[in-house]
């Protein structure tokens, strides 16, 4: 059971090429988000997918698409990248929370920099 | 949007000591949760709270979720080298379905 796995863990782009994160998780959960994290600020949600076949905007969505591809998978795509795109991404899962138990479980992060 | 503040920024104390760090919101929120980052790790869940008033204890970990739901605290005692880290502070909105984070308390550990 790996949990929520990311790909790549590093990459360096230069401005203006695209590129796709993915995530996978094998718990079977319903919703899956992308968060962005920038010194200081904490993790700020970029998208989220309540279930298979939705996504919904969070608080920094400018410059980001996603796809839920299937219930495991949810990538995260940039089309144009720009130098304030450098960050370090998560991805995380929920499950569908049964009594009060209810968590998101986080991957290991994807490191971007954009020059 | 939401805002959490998480105070202090950074702290550097000495093995054995007692740390506290709070989070307070200009919104309500249902659920508090706290969670600690290890460097090139994502976040991992510590404790969650779920009613107004609520004090919790993991081991050496207490939180609580302040009455009015607009604040919560993290007590960590008699810490110890593993306890660094950066501990997030994050607020549950009312449909369940999205985290709004604190900026952080980096946790320093001298031996």
């Known amino acids: 059971n790996a949990g929520v796995t990311q790909t790549p863990k590093f990459q360096v782009l230069k401005t203006g090429q695209s590129m796709t994160l993915q995530c996978a998780q094998d718990m079977n959960h319903n919703s899956m988000y992308w968060y962005r994290q920038d010194p200081g600020m904490g993790l700020r949600l970029i998208y989220y997918s309540a279930s298979e076949g939705t996504t919904d905007k969070g608080e920094v969505p400018n410059g980001y698409n996603v796809s839920r591809l299937n219930k495991r998978e949810f990538s995260l795509r940039l089309e144009s990248a720009a130098p304030s795109q450098t960050s370090v991404y998560f991805c995380?899962?929920?499950?569908?929370?049964?009594?009060?138990?209810?968590?998101?479980?986080f991957g290991p992060g994807t490191r971007l920099t954009v020059l | 949007g939401q805002q959490l503040n998480q105070s202090p920024q950074s702290m550097f104390i000495q093995e054995g000591e007692d740390v506290s760090m709070n989070c307070t919101s200009s919104?309500?929120?249902?659920?508090w949760l706290w969670y600690k980052q290890d460097p090139g790790e994502g976040p991992v869940l510590l404790i969650a709270l779920y009613k107004a008033g609520e004090l919790t204890s993991n081991g050496r970990l207490t939180a609580q979720f302040g009455i009015t739901r607009k604040d919560s605290f993290l007590n960590i005692s008699a810490s110890i080298p593993s306890d660094v880290g950066i501990y997030f502070c994050a607020g549950e909105n009312n449909a369940g379905n999205m985290l709004t984070f604190g900026g952080g308390t980096r946790l320093m550990v001298k031996p």
């Open positions: 995380a899962s929920r499950t569908i929370p049964v009594g009060i138990v209810n968590t998101q479980y």
């Open positions: 919104s309500i929120f249902n659920t």
